[in-house]
């Protein structure tokens, strides 16, 4: 019987080392979601199970580190990566053992989420975690993606307003990562408007090494659905960087996803608090409830 020769069309293979959400909004199964939506390819790690749905967090059991280190060697030996995605690290042992993971296949484009803890409050890591985080995973980030709650985890210091992002990012680039992008969706009401705000190592036309930044104005969606958009925006980060695009495109695109699935999944109703993000709103657009115009939505 004869078989078929394997063909060489490329598509970006996205690796994401993370925990599992039961109720599938956030962590490894958002992240599938949106690396197949923007055409890549997922693969997982699982570091923890998490029993989770849209109300919260109530049972995180961690991943022993042989079957963490197993699964890495597993995919990158065969399937290879084109970028790395890391989520929720629930302990520094695990930290360290992705870590030198990482090391050891020579992974160079990493988007590192410090999930820190979960949108509902629950803690996911406590602060031997973070410190971890800061000596062994973010000298080998391409960019870490930090709201604000885990910026002020990360620094020791409360980062509340727009204009704590500038020194936050420099902080924090100086441990280490090549890019810093701190998320303001948690600003308060007050904000009308919300502001990211990205840094990056950059090298300028005398071959100097300079910061630049980046100021992401977007407005605020109204949703009580924001589950998982932390996860969702480190993904589409990824697979956009995997598919050839520079760091500053890929952040902008990733937020702009981000932005239509929380727009598109406004009015979805799944779970009793918090539910997800429409990821697939590219090709399963939601409808507006028949009591709602949509002029006023």
């Avoid at 060489?8 to 993370?18: G, M």
């Avoid at 890391?86 to 302990?91: A, V």
């Avoid at 958009?229 to 995997?242: D, E, M, Q, R």
């Amino acid at each position: 019987m004869k078989t078929s020769k394997k063909t060489s069309v490329r598509i970006p293979k996205i690796l994401t080392i993370a925990g599992s959400d039961s109720g599938g909004g956030a962590g490894l199964q958002a992240d599938l979601k949106v690396i197949t939506a923007l055409g890549g390819y997922g693969m997982t790690v699982v570091t923890a199970i998490t029993a989770q749905n849209t109300l919260g967090v109530t049972k995180i059991q961690g991943i022993d580190l042989d079957v963490i280190d197993a699964q890495i060697d597993a995919v990158v030996s065969d399937i290879g990566v084109d970028a790395v995605k890391i989520g929720m690290l629930s302990s520094p042992e695990i930290v360290h053992c992705v870590a030198a993971a990482l090391r050891r296949h020579a992974i160079k484009t990493i988007v590192l989420d410090p999930v820190l803890r979960a949108t509902s409050g629950a803690s996911l890591g406590g602060d031997a975690t973070a410190r971890a985080m800061r000596e062994a995973l973010f000298p080998l980030a391409t960019v870490i993606t930090p709201n604000m709650e885990e910026a002020s985890i990360l620094l020791g210091r409360p980062i509340s307003e727009p204009t704590d992002f500038e020194q936050a990012a420099r902080d924090l680039i100086e441990m280490g990562p090549d890019a810093v992008l701190i998320k303001g969706g948690h600003l308060d009401a007050k904000h009308t408007q919300l502001m990211d705000f990205l840094m990056w190592r950059a090298i300028d036309e005398d071959g100097k090494k300079i910061l630049e930044q980046k100021k992401l104005l977007h407005y605020r969606v109204n949703t009580p659905n924001t589950h998982g958009t932390g996860c969702s925006l480190a993904s589409a980060i990824a697979t956009y960087l995997a598919d050839g695009h520079d760091l500053s495109h890929a952040v902008a695109k990733g937020i702009a996803y981000v932005e239509a699935g929380l727009e598109a999944g406004a009015y979805l109703s799944i779970g009793q608090g918090s539910g997800p993000l429409w990821h697939m709103h590219a090709f399963y657009p939601t409808v507006l409830p028949d009591d709602i115009d949509p002029a006023i939505a």
